[in-house]
């Protein structure tokens, strides 16, 4: 049976339609997906994403452990940010990707994948059992807390109207991948400005009592409710990697075009044939597909080059804000920047496909 979470009712009252996702019933459209994303892109969206983790780790040992099992450090991040990264095993086979927040010296807040939740909780507490006993401890809050994202342009400027930083401050002086306490309807909340859409936004944590006046609040100051249908194209059009797509325990982060979020000194779970890799190379590469009209390429879709397949699609949609079809797809490394001749079996049907340069979408800078 899926986890429901705290705003499930709500989704329900405003007419969202509900589909299982990582285990839990969640919202796919509101509106409709197309109006969604215009919404994210041009204003601001709202997103229940609940169901995404939220494991505290603890204790003297924890940035040893996460040094150990991350592939970015923990032991440089400064208390007050957030880093983007990904779990590993000894393949280098990516359990994860995840962002994490410092927020004291020895605790630390990581956000996994709603599905990956459990396999994340394991595997970290086997390296605690191994190398940390009685050094740090993992507080999973997922059933006990909310997280709720806010993401477009407006977002700060509806932040800013409702909401303050424990300092005096307002929401749109936290920096990009930057945390603050904040206070929002006389409710303590975390405010993380990250997100999942290639937008501006911030993500927030909120005790589960207070998610529906918290989500209320937002939807009353003009943020437009999403689902997870314009979640996908968001992430898509920004170029932004789903596990069980363009990550998975059978790639590597060198393999999907991660090695910005890979350091590259040390020794770490992985780490060894993240290095071998980045010396030599890999056999696939990760690339950006466009394709002309509405006819878009759907995840396992064959990539063929003069009629041979040299590969195959991993995320597809058309995508509104750029008003063509779009893909991300794995390609043997000799064929990543060769368009002649490229073509995608939709259907049966062969389309002329075109190399692009990632991410399709760009968001125009902040002033």
């Not at 206070?183 to 944590?205: A, P, Q, S």
């Not at 999907?256 to 890999?282: M, N």
């Not at 040299?310 to 060769?338: E, F, K, R, W």
Request: charged content about 20%; hydrophobic content about 40%.
């Amino acid at each position: 049976m899926d986890l429901k979470t705290v705003l499930h009712q709500v989704h329900t009252d405003s007419g969202a339609r509900m589909v299982p996702f990582g285990g839990w019933d969640m919202p796919v459209q509101y509106g409709g997906i197309i109006s969604e994303v215009a919404a994210v892109r041009k204003q601001a969206g709202l997103f229940d994403v609940s169901h995404m983790g939220r494991l505290y780790i603890e204790g003297k040992s924890a940035t040893n452990l996460l040094d150990l099992v991350l592939t970015s450090p923990a032991s440089t991040l400064s208390i007050g940010k957030a880093r983007y990264c990904m779990i590993c095993d000894e393949s280098a086979g990516i359990i994860d990707d995840t962002i994490f927040y410092r927020l004291a010296e020895n605790r630390y807040l990581l956000i996994p994948n709603a599905g990956n939740r459990e396999h994340v909780i394991n595997w970290l507490q086997s390296w605690i059992d191994k190398d940390f006993a009685g050094g740090c401890f993992i507080d999973d809050q997922t059933l006990k807390s909310s997280l709720i994202a806010i993401q477009g342009p407006n977002s700060s400027a509806i932040l800013d109207q409702i909401c303050t930083v424990e300092n005096g401050t307002t929401p749109s002086s936290i920096k990009g991948f930057s945390w603050a306490d904040c206070i929002l309807l006389n409710h303590k909340v975390m405010l993380g400005r990250t997100g999942y859409t290639g937008e501006d936004g911030f993500e927030i944590v909120v005790d589960s009592d207070h998610a529906v006046d918290v989500w209320h609040s937002l939807t009353n100051a003009g943020a437009t409710p999403c689902g997870l249908g314009a979640r996908d194209v968001l992430r898509l059009e920004a170029a932004l990697p789903l596990h069980g797509h363009e990550i998975s325990i059978n790639k590597t982060p060198i393999e999907a075009g991660l090695s910005r979020f890979v350091r590259k000194s040390g020794t770490f779970v992985g780490s060894e044939v993240i290095y071998d890799q980045l010396d030599k190379g890999t056999e696939m590469r990760l690339v950006g597909l466009k394709v002309s009209g509405r006819s878009a390429p759907r995840a396992e879709y064959p990539i063929l080059r003069q009629g041979e397949q040299i590969g195959y699609i991993t995320s597809g949609s058309y995508s509104p804000t750029l008003d063509t079809s779009i893909a991300m797809g794995y390609v043997l490394d000799q064929y990543a920047l060769i368009s002649e001749g490229l073509k995608i079996d939709i259907r049966g049907k062969l389309i002329e496909a075109e190399l692009v340069q990632l991410p399709f979408y760009s968001r125009p800078r902040r002033p």
